[in-house]
C-alpha cells in the first residue's frame, strides 16, 4: 500500500465522486469531453469523433513494465487500455485498438474489479490508458472500486487533448497525469492528428495539470505518487515542434517539469501516405531534441 493517500479517496469522502459522475453523464447529452466539442448525445447513442457511446471498452489490463520508472517502478503499473481515441494520429502504433475498434465491454463494476485485481498484484498505480471518451464510465467504476478498498494512485496517461470540462472532473481524482504533448505548431497537428487547435488546447491541460498536480513527485524509492509527467515523440523533420515545446514548459509551466523525450517514432498506420514522415528520425534528430531539453533545463527522462 502506499505511504500516500491518493487525493480521489479524500473526494470521495467528502462525497464529491457522485456530483462529478452526475455531471460527466450530463455532459456526454451534449459531448464536450475533449476539445473536439462534438456536442453528440452519446446517451442516446449518437457516436462522435471517437466513435464511443457510454459503453466501458477495453483491450487489455496487465501489469506494465515498460513505463517510465517512476510509473512502472518495481512492480509494474496497472495498466487499462480503453479501446478508440479523440485524437487521430496518421502514424499510430496502437491504430488497431485506438481506431479499428474491438476488445471487451465492461461494466462499471466489472472496470472496478479490474483496478482491484492490479491493485492486489502489486501495482504501484492505476494507469488509464487513452481514458479521455471514457471519463463518465471510470468516474462510476472509481466509486466501486473506492468502497471495495483501492487505494493506489490513478494515472491518466492521455494525449494532451483535454477540455477544461474534462479536467475539472478529474480535479482532485487523479494524482499522476501523464500527457502526451505531440505538436508545437497548429497545422502539423492538423495534418497528422486531424485535432484543431491541438496545440493550444494541449498547453491548457497540461497547465491545468500542473496547477492540479504540481511537478512530478516520488518517494524515497523513485516511484511517483502526484505530479506530472509529460511524453513527448520526436518526429522527422522536427515536425513536433519540440525546441518551442520545451522551452515554453521550462517558462510558462515549471522549469522542473519531468518529461520524456522519446525516440521511437516509426512510420504506422496511414504514415506512409505523408513521405516527409514515413521514415523513423535519425540519430541526430533525436540528439537535438534532448539537447534543446537539457538546454532549457527540464528533467528528462
Ligand atoms: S469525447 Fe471528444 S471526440 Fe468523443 S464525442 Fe466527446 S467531444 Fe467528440
Request: hydrophobic share 40%.
Amino acid at each position: 500500500m502506499p505511504l500516500f493517500t491518493p487525493c480521489y479517496i479524500e473526494t470521495y469522502k467528502a462525497g464529491l465522486l457522485e456530483e462529478r459522475i452526475r455531471q460527466a453523464q450530463l455532459y456526454m447529452e451534449s459531448c464536450c469531453l475533449c476539445p473536439r466539442y462534438c456536442r453528440v448525445n452519446r446517451l442516446q447513442g449518437e457516436h462522435g469523433f471517437c466513435r464511443t457511446g457510454q459503453e466501458i471498452r477495453v483491450s487489455g489490463i496487465t501489469p506494465h513494465f515498460g513505463e517510465e520508472s517512476p510509473i512502472s517502478g518495481i512492480r509494474g503499473s496497472g495498466t487499462i487500455f480503453f479501446v478508440m481515441c479523440n485524437l487521430g494520429c496518421v502514424f499510430c502504433q496502437n491504430y488497431d485498438i485506438s481506431h479499428l475498434g474491438g476488445g471487451n465491454i465492461l461494466s462499471a463494476e466489472e472496470l472496478a474489479d479490474a483496478m482491484l485485481l492490479l491493485q492486489a498484484k502489486g501495482c504501484h498505480n492505476i494507469n488509464f490508458v487513452t481514458p479521455t471518451h471514457v471519463i463518465a464510465g471510470i468516474l462510476k467504476a472509481l466509486t466501486f472500486a473506492v468502497k471495495k478498498g483501492l487505494r493506489i494512485p490513478l494515472v491518466w496517461n492521455c494525449g494532451g487533448y483535454e477540455s477544461p470540462e474534462a479536467l475539472a472532473l478529474l480535479d482532485g481524482i487523479i494524482d499522476i497525469y501523464m500527457p502526451d504533448f505531440k505538436f508545437w505548431h497548429e497545422e502539423k497537428a492538423l495534418r497528422y492528428c486531424y485535432a484543431a487547435g491541438y496545440p493550444q488546447a494541449a498547453r491548457n491541460a497540461v497547465k491545468e495539470m500542473h496547477r492540479q498536480t504540481g511537478d512530478l513527485k516520488t518517494d524515497a524509492r523513485g516511484i511517483a505518487y502526484r505530479g506530472i509527467l509529460i511524453r513527448h515523440l520526436v518526429m522527422p523533420d522536427n515536425a513536433a515542434g519540440t525546441e518551442e515545446l520545451v522551452r515554453w514548459l521550462s517558462s510558462e509551466l515549471s522549469p522542473d517539469t519531468y518529461i520524456n523525450i522519446m525516440d521511437q517514432y516509426r512510420p504506422c498506420f496511414k504514415a506512409s501516405q505523408f513521405p516527409e514522415i514515413n521514415r523513423k528520425i535519425t540519430a541526430k534528430e533525436y540528439a537535438d531534441a534532448v539537447e534543446w531539453g537539457k538546454q532549457s533545463g527540464l528533467r528528462i527522462d
